[in-house]
Nanobody
């Protein structure tokens, strides 16, 4: 079992930056894939970014490429999402996910409760 707890969300203005964190606990050694997803009101959940342990490959949605950076600190069992040049369209609940596969889009075995990011114009 793996537990994921996100933090770092908040209310910011367009152009600002935020860093989300996802603290993982439990059987994290088997989690080869970790990622971020988001869901805006009235919209389906969408992929944001993922990092695959093997080769430490990183993947990003086109909408965040060049603005967001995903990273993982294995010693701290923590996943990060550095978000720069935030736009109102980035407003959503951001979820951390972990899985034992190698596909950045999933499926993932575990998901956190989410953290709200609101970007005002």
């Amino acid at each position: 079992q793996v537990q994921l707890v996100e933090s770092g969300g908040g209310l910011v203005q367009a152009g600002d930056s935020l860093r989300l964190s996802c603290a993982a606990s439990g059987r994290t050694f088997s989690m080869t894939a970790m990622g971020w997803f988001r869901q805006a009101p009235g919209k389906e959940r969408e992929f944001v970014a993922a990092i695959i342990r093997v080769g430490i490959r990183r993947y990003y949605a086109d909408s965040v490429k060049g603005r967001f950076t995903i990273s993982r600190d294995n010693a701290k069992n923590t996943l990060y999402l550095e978000m720069n040049s935030l736009k109102p369209d980035d407003t959503a609940v951001y979820y951390c996910a972990a899985g034992s596969g190698s596909d950045p889009l999933g499926p993932y075995d575990y998901r956190g409760q989410g953290t709200q990011v609101t970007v005002s114009s």
